[in-house]
Nanobody, 126 residues
């Protein structure tokens, strides 16, 4: 069983930055592709980005965050990060961490991911 715990959310002004963390309780963290999704009120959960398993040499981002958000992973700490810069009010959402054993970092559909955290709220004020 994989447990994922997100942290780092909060309230920030437009143009500001936040770094989200997701700690995974699993023995073979490096074997999991890791992803980030978000869900705004009244909207479906949407893909934000993902990073490949093993060394995390490959990443994939939604067009809406490309160039502003960066995903990285530290396998020694069983943690994946989402650095969010130049935040916009439309980035306001609950952000969820996801994991998939030997999964594809190109998977943008939430049903492709097996494990989920409980989410952390990000609010960007204008």
């Amino acid at each position: 069983q994989v447990q994922l715990v997100e942290s780092g959310g909060g309230l920030v002004q437009a143009g500001g930055s936040l770094r989200l963390s997701c700690a995974a309780s699993v023995r073979t963290f490096s074997s999991y592709a890791m992803g980030w999704f978000r869900q705004a009120p009244g909207k479906e959960r949407e893909f934000v980005g993902a990073i490949s398993w093993r060394g995390g040499g490959n990443t994939n981002y939604a067009d809406s965050v490309k160039g502003r958000f960066t995903i990285s992973r530290d396998n020694a700490k069983n943690t994946v990060y989402l650095q969010m810069n130049s935040l916009k009010p439309e980035d306001t959402a609950v952000y969820y961490c996801s994991a998939d054993l030997r999964g594809s970092y190109l998977a943008i559909e939430s049903r492709r991911w097996d494990y989920w955290g409980r989410g952390t709220q990000v609010t960007v004020s204008s």
